[in-house]
């Protein structure tokens, strides 16, 4: 999805400012727009007047800029450490190569497409925010169904080793936060824990990425830097994507991985290295190496030990606690926690997950901001979460599980078709709550038919004014209309 020109409410997280360096006027006022959408505090860099008296950064963004020393300037208006805050970079930005290979920024610098999407944006500020965590911060896996139970145990199993390990699983599934759980569990945990996309990384970067170059190496290479193998050395290299990597890169990890040696780029001199390689893909690889795209070898250099992550719509069980997760995770941010009512609950057990655990965390960010301290109903949801698997493929395991979870996650599940309401599913269903989803909608329908004016509404709902009054502010939909 795009963001909306001005972002309609003015929920902020505390000590969240975020400097916007941008002279595009126009994609200045998009990328203040999402940010404030996302909940942050975005202040347009103006000199340092802008940012006088402002504490509490939590990252830049840099777009179309060409003079380094301008961005420089900015950053040093910041204060100590705001030239080590974490850096959005819009993917055409003329500073996006050299930012990209400035050692003193590794791994606290994201690439954005532009213009902007809601998931990606998202995707990336979590990443920057992981990337910036300490070391032992206090992840864990949330879920008891017997998918996720599986997943532990090999966790456990492997830790202890230097094995090299394959997570494989769909985007959004939580690969990266196994790789980051199996070093935290290993005698490496002290060392550094070193990520790095490889789909992110345009392809001729990517080997200065991974092992350094030298000074003057090639054009914009100003200083030596060091690559993530010699960042990683005594510690985990976490690969993500590594699917997504070309055919000449892959014979040069490999003989890395074979000889445990590297050359900087520009370099004559080996390197040896003493790093844990932990891989990730959403790709199947052996269909890959089937045509041609994968290195067999690499592959199974790579897999000595492949771990599957599940899909949620495999450990639908986990929702409920999955959603009480996120909730206190939003409520450290300073945002507020969000309620999904028994209807809305359903309709998420019916939804297919496309985008996995990475998707729920958004859609509950995305309706904290929403509708923050209210109850999220089936009507309320986005369109495409109103209903998109069939009853019967939601698992018995996952009804039980969402009848046992607290009472405010949910109380009991109506699961009744949205697109028919008239049809009794065999469980029964919350008579008043399905009713009052169902009064919502069309109340919601009416409004937007007649552009919020009340008035219009009540005509197309053939009750009076007042009454339609009453129920706006009975369900907390007041906020939505206009005076008439």
Not at 273 to 280: K, M, N, T
Not at 336 to 345: E, H, K, Q
Request: with cysteine.
């Amino acid at each position: 999805m795009t963001f909306e020109t001005h972002a309609k409410r003015g929920i902020h997280v505390k000590s969240s400012h975020f400097l916007v360096v941008e002279s595009d006027s126009s994609r200045a006022d998009n990328v203040v727009s999402a940010l404030a959408f996302l909940g942050y505090r975005p202040v347009l860099a103006r000199g340092a007047q802008a940012v006088e008296g402002v504490e509490g950064w939590r990252g830049v963004y840099v777009g179309n800029v060409e003079d380094e020393n301008e961005l420089e300037s900015h950053l040093a208006a910041l204060g100590r450490g705001g030239r080590n805050l974490p850096m959005l970079v819009a993917a055409d930005s003329p500073l996006a190569t050299a930012l990209i290979a400035d050692d003193t920024r590794t791994n606290n610098v994201e690439l954005v497409d532009i213009p902007l999407r809601y998931e990606r944006l998202s995707e990336a500020l979590r990443t920057l925010q992981s990337r910036m965590e300490p070391a032992h911060s206090n992840r864990r896996f949330v879920g008891q169904s017997g998918p996720m139970q599986r997943v532990n145990a090999l966790i456990r199993q492997v830790a202890p080793f230097d094995s090299s390990v394959l997570v494989l699983g769909e985007s959004g599934s939580g690969k990266e936060l196994v790789a980051r759980t199996i070093h935290d569990c290993s005698p490496r945990r002290d060392k550094p824990f070193v990520a790095i996309n490889c789909g992110a990384i345009p392809a001729e970067l990517l080997e200065s990425e991974l092992f350094g170059h030298e000074k003057g190496a090639f054009t914009g290479a100003i200083s030596t830097r060091k690559g993530r193998f010699e960042m990683a050395e005594g510690g985990t290299l976490f690969l993500d994507e590594i699917g997504d990597m070309s055919l000449p890169m892959q014979v040069k990890l490999l003989r890395v991985l074979q000889e445990r040696v590297f050359e900087r780029v520009g370099g004559n001199r080996p390197q040896r290295c003493d790093v844990r390689i932990i891989a990730a893909t959403h790709r199947d690889l052996e269909s890959a190496i089937e045509r041609g795209g994968f290195r067999e070898d690499l592959f199974y250099r790579l897999s000595v030990f492949p771990l599957e992550m599940p899909p949620l719509r495999q450990r639908l069980e986990d929702l409920p606690a999955l959603i009480s997760e996120f909730n206190q995770r939003l409520v450290q941010r300073g945002l507020s926690s969000v309620r999904f009512s028994p209807s809305a609950m359903g309709a998420l057990c019916r939804y297919g997950w496309p985008g996995n655990v990475r998707e729920l965390s958004n859609l509950v960010e995305r309706m904290a901001i929403l509708m923050p301290q209210g109850e999220v109903r089936a009507p309320d949801l986005p369109e495409k979460y109103r209903g998109a698997l069939p009853v019967e493929e939601v698992s018995g395991a996952a009804l039980i599980a969402m009848m046992e979870a607290e009472p405010e996650v949910t109380e009991s599940f109506s699961f009744a078709s949205e697109g028919d309401p008239s049809v009794l599913p065999q469980g029964g269903l919350d008579l008043k709550d399905h009713l009052a989803g169902i009064e919502i909608g069309l109340i919601r329908q009416a409004l937007n038919s007649a552009n919020g004016v009340v008035a219009h509404a009540a005509k197309l709902l053939r009750v009076q004014r007042t009454t339609l009054v009453e129920k706006l502010r009975k369900y907390g939909l007041s906020e939505t209309v206009q005076a008439g």
